[in-house]
T-cell receptor, first 113, second 113 residues
Framework: KAGVTQTPRYLIKTRGQQVTLSCSPI?????VSWYQQTPGQGLQFLFE???????NKGNFPGRFSGRQFSNSRSEMNVSTLELGDSALYLC????????????FGPGTRLTVT | GEDVEQSLFLSVREGDSSVINCTYT??????LYWYKQEPGAGLQLLTY?????DMKQDQRLTVLLNKKDKHLSLRIADTQTGDSAIYFC?????????????FGQGTTLQVKP
């Protein structure tokens, strides 16, 4: 099976802009979760989508949003970018049932200048 | 609290065993996970353990679980230079036993030739 793919791999944006990141999960997986990884805060959960519905949400401001399509592909959007949004954004794919193991993509490195 | 705790750094000689420790927070967690992250890459699922198990072995990896102390460890036998990476333990958030994982801050394993 093909693994989790994320596009783009690298992105440079300026403050105030918005960005959309894309994730294609492993075929047959219905759950997609998003995480932000920074040196200071480590890995932090953003949200999880399962069968096109948001199932879990982390403690991020409303500027961070996501969605999932009927083919399980997911996008996350960050509006009004801030310098602190610079991070590695990781997408994880899961069957969505026990043992809920998650398989991660390579990530999108976002730099905000 | 919600913090999963890990020591930050471990250095071993090639051929020795490595033991990476983790303390988790939620005694009701049903599954606990170990991930590996190499530089510039996403997270690779190494193994997981169900909470009704004390031990799980998978080739060179052995996971030990002490539920009473909420302590999890990952032992890597015959450690190789290719094992140099950051290792994360993770548990599901107490509000969700699905796709919302809480990660430790990661243990950097350095393997010296």
């Amino acid at each position: 099976k093909a693994g989790v793919t994320q596009t783009p791999r690298y992105l440079i944006k300026t403050r105030g802009q918005q960005v959309t990141l894309s994730c294609s999960p492993i075929s047959g997986h219905r759950s997609v979760s998003w995480y932000q990884q920074t040196p200071g805060q480590g890995l932090q959960f953003l949200f999880e989508y399962f069968s096109e519905t948001q199932r879990n949400k982390g403690n991020f401001p409303g500027r961070f949003s996501g969605r999932q399509f009927s083919n399980s592909r997911s996008e996350m959007n960050v509006s009004t970018l801030e310098l602190g949004d610079s991070a590695l954004y990781l997408c994880a794919s899961s069957p969505g049932t026990a043992p809920y193991e998650q398989y991660f993509g390579p990530g999108t490195r976002l730099t905000v200048t | 609290g919600e913090d999963v705790e890990q020591s930050l750094f471990l250095s071993v000689r090639e051929g020795d065993s490595s033991v990476i420790n983790c303390t988790y927070t939620d005694s009701s967690s049903t599954y606990l996970y170990w991930y590996k992250q190499e530089p510039g890459a996403g997270l690779q699922l190494l193994t997981y353990i169900f909470s009704n198990m004390d031990m799980k072995q998978d080739q060179r990896l052995t996971v030990l679980l002490n539920k009473k102390d909420k302590h999890l460890s990952l032992r890597i036998a015959d450690t190789q230079t290719g094992d140099s990476a950051i290792y994360f333990c993770a548990e599901p958030h107490r509000s969700s036993n699905t796709g919302k994982l809480i990660f430790g801050q990661g243990t950097t394993l350095q393997v010296k030739p």
